[in-house]
């Protein structure tokens, strides 16, 4: 289904959209509102797999944002909703790297939620 015919899409949007402004502006707030608590951020970037908690992954957010801003990109590709479950992926152009992330979100009490996130990095 297209991004925008899904009656759910505009509010699965959100969490997704706070995760844009959160790499945008380096606010860790954003962050905090767009995954659940219990949520993982995982990678196999440079060899190892990490894996970090919502705590861990917000501390690397300290309210500078990059000096080239103006140049990032940020996107969403795909969404795939089903009932009170979501799968997103974004594409972020930071400079000489490119990030493939991919969501799995969920609707709750308080709306759509990033209950996990797995990415690649890849220099160009």
């Known amino acids: 289904m297209p991004l925008t015919d899904h009656p759910e899409a505009p509010a699965v949007r959100i969490p997704l959209e706070l995760y ?3 790499h ?4 860790a707030a954003h962050m905090r509102a767009a ?4 949520a993982r951020i995982e990678s196999v970037r440079g060899g190892p797999f990490t894996s970090w908690d919502v705590d861990t992954y917000c501390a690397r957010f300290k309210g500078t944002p990059a000096a080239d801003e103006a ?3 940020r996107t969403i590709d795909t969404l795939d909703i089903a009932g009170t479950a979501a799968a997103a992926r974004i594409t972020l152009e930071h ?3 490119t990030f493939t992330d991919y969501f799995v979100l969920l609707k709750t009490e308080g709306g759509w939620k990033i209950a996990n996130k797995a990415f690649d990095a890849h220099e160009h």
């Open 71 to 73: 140049t990032r990109r």
């Open 20 to 22: 844009m402004r959160g």
């Open 95 to 97: 400079g000489a790297v």
């Open 35 to 38: 995954f659940l608590p219990t």
């Open 24 to 27: 945008a502006e380096d606010d």
